[in-house]
Nanobody, 119 residues
Framework: QVQLVESGGGSVQAGGSLRLSCTAS????????MGWSRQAPGKQRELVAV???????NYKDSVKGRFTISRDNAKNTVYLQMNSLKPEDTAIYYC?????????????WGQGTQVTVSS
């Protein structure tokens, strides 16, 4: 199993910045990719950014150029730097880890951290 602990959420005004962190523990060698997803009130959860163990990144179109995902392998931690935040970025942000265990794929989720952007 993989355990994920997030931190760094909070409240900012539009145009501000926040950095989210997600630290993995447990069966970390089985992880193939880690990423961030978010869910706003009344909306479905959506993928925001992902980074593979090879360092390949991908972003939701609406955050490209504003958000940057990175990783520190020594700390088993993934970061999401969020700049130029907009009110529509308000959501609970969840870290996730994708991998395989005994040949079966898995996805583990963190507990979520609230990000609130006021206009």
């Amino acid at each position: 199993q993989v355990q994920l602990v997030e931190s760094g959420g909070g409240s900012v005004q539009a145009g501000g910045s926040l950095r989210l962190s997600c630290t993995a523990s447990g069966s970390i060698l089985s992880i193939k990719a880690m990423g961030w997803s978010r869910q706003a009130p009344g909306k479905q959860r959506e993928l925001v950014a992902v980074i593979t163990t090879a360092g390949i990144t991908n972003y939701k179109d609406s955050v490209k150029g504003r958000f940057t995902i990175s990783r520190d392998n020594a700390k088993n931690t993934v970061y999401l730097q969020m700049n130029s935040l907009k009110p529509e970025d308000t959501a609970i942000y969840y870290c996730y880890a994708d991998g395989t265990s005994y040949g079966s794929p898995y996805r583990y989720w963190g507990q979520g951290t609230q990000v609130t952007v006021s206009s």
